[in-house]
């Protein structure tokens, strides 16, 4: 399949009438037909899928990453996976929901590369529970920065992915739980469950290395 430029088309006026109103009545082409048209070789019909659904996936970046530069950039990213592994969506689910799931992949990953980045994250992360501020004391000098950013780092690589990346959203970036709870694809109530364990384990983490027990 040929490359594809993945920037966002020009937006057709349909007047009052939504997309989904025009294709019941024939008016225009389902998803579907498009794909179908997209493996036939005509790229232009990709444009018109990427208009119908930008809005759901850039509104997913832009509230995975917080940052809306970045989510455009994700979107366009997004559409040139789909695009390029187009043979491989097999009609299952509709083109929206495979599409929202790569976005949703392809920020996921990008949350993670960030939450590894974010070193110095450590004492936000765990002032509510006064862990590690208490223990490295107030007033730090700031000739001790880099040594405690190599403590974060250290005591966070011990928490499994799951437990870090939750904890970094929620205290570092800020989601509420219940956008955590969408981007993890779980309940609220499941969602609170995970916080609460990442910050115990990230407790008795702390604790072990302010002991001398982890290396």
């Known amino acids: 399949m040929k490359t594809v430029e993945a920037s966002r088309p020009a937006r057709r006026d349909y007047g009052i009438m939504t997309v989904e109103f025009l294709i019941a ?30 809005a759901q996936v850039i509104g997913l970046c832009a509230s995975m990453l917080r940052d809306p530069a970045a989510a455009e ?35 996921l990953d990008a949350m993670r590369r960030r939450a590894r980045s974010k070193t110095e994250s450590l004492e936000a992360m765990t002032e509510s529970a006064g862990t590690v501020k208490g223990a490295l004391g107030g007033g730090r000098r700031e000739d001790r920065a880099a040594e405690d950013a190599d403590l974060a780092r250290r005591v966070l690589d011990q928490l499994p992915e799951q437990h870090r990346l939750a904890l970094v959203l929620r205290e570092v970036e800020g989601l509420s739980c219940e956008e955590l709870a969408e981007t993890f694809d779980c309940s609220i109530t499941a969602m609170k469950a995970r916080l609460r364990r990442a910050r115990l384990s990230l407790d008795q983490i702390a604790h072990r290395y302010f002991a001398g027990g982890v290396n």
């Open 73 to 107: 950039d994700a979107a366009q990213d997004v559409f040139v996976k789909a695009f390029q592994s187009l043979d491989k969506f097999l009609g299952g689910a509709s083109f929206g929901t495979w599409v929202y799931r790569i976005a949703y992949n392809h920020c």
């Open 25 to 54: 009545r024939g008016k225009i082409m389902t998803d579907a037909e498009l794909v179908r048209r997209v493996a036939a070789g005509e790229q232009e019909a990709f444009g018109e899928l990427v208009e119908r659904h930008h």
